[in-house]
C-alpha cells in the first residue's frame, strides 16, 4: 500500500488514495470543514481515523468500527463537489457516536437518518439547502449499495493489507 498510494494527513485523520487528485480534492474538503466549523472538525479528529479511497470507480462507501476508517470508491469523491464531500465526512464521522460497547446501538434504518440530519446541518451552514440529502434520504440509496459485492470483498481487502501493517 505505500507505493501505491498517496497519502494527505489532516491532523490526526489520515488521507489515502490510490489517485492523488481524490487525496487533494478530500483534503480541500476538510480544510472547508474546518474554516467553516471549528467544532466540528474537532469532533472529527476524534471520530475518525483514516479515509481510504479505492482505483475502483463506482459510489460504494462502507465506514468502518471500531476502527473509524471510511472507504470509499472514486465516484464518491470525483462525482460530488467539496461540499458535499465535507458533508459526507461529517456524516460518516457521526455513525462512531451510534457505536457503543462493539456494536450499532440501532439498526441502518434508524442511524441513517440521524447521520442525514447532521449532514444536512453542514451543508446549510455553506449557506446550501441541503435538500440533496432529503433526496438520498428519500431514494434509501444506502439499502441500495449493500448489493456491490465485489466493492464489498475489495474494501475487506484494503481494510486488512492497511490494518495488518
Ligand atoms: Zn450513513
Redesign the pocket.
Known amino acids: 500500500m505505500n507505493t501505491k498510494f498517496y497519502r494527505i494527513s489532516k491532523g490526526k485523520i489520515k488521507i489515502i488514495a490510490a489517485k492523488e487528485e481524490d487525496a487533494v480534492k478530500l483534503s480541500e474538503a476538510f480544510d472547508l470543514i474546518k474554516n467553516t466549523d471549528r467544532v466540528e472538525y474537532d469532533y472529527l479528529q476524534k471520530r475518525l481515523k483514516s479515509v481510504i479511497v479505492s482505483s475502483r470507480l463506482g459510489s460504494t462507501n462502507e465506514?468502518f468500527m471500531p476502527e473509524r476508517i471510511w472507504l470509499a470508491n472514486r465516484s464518491v469523491i470525483v462525482k460530488n463537489d467539496v461540499s458535499w464531500l465535507a458533508s459526507l465526512l461529517i456524516?460518516?464521522a457521526?455513525?462512531a457516536t451510534q457505536f457503543k460497547n462493539g456494536k450499532y446501538v440501532k439498526s441502518?434504518s434508524k442511524?441513517?437518518p440521524l447521520?442525514?440530519r447532521v449532514?444536512k446541518k453542514f451543508l446549510q451552514k455553506l449557506g446550501e439547502s441541503g435538500n440533496d440529502v432529503d433526496r438520498v434520504q428519500k431514494n434509501k440509496y444506502?439499502k441500495e449499495m449493500t448489493g456491490d459485492k465485489a466493492s464489498s470483498i475489495y474494501f475487506r481487502q484494503l481494510f486488512k493489507l492497511y490494518t495488518d501493517k
Open positions: 465506514f456524516h460518516e457521526f455513525h441502518l442511524l441513517e447521520a442525514l449532514q444506502w
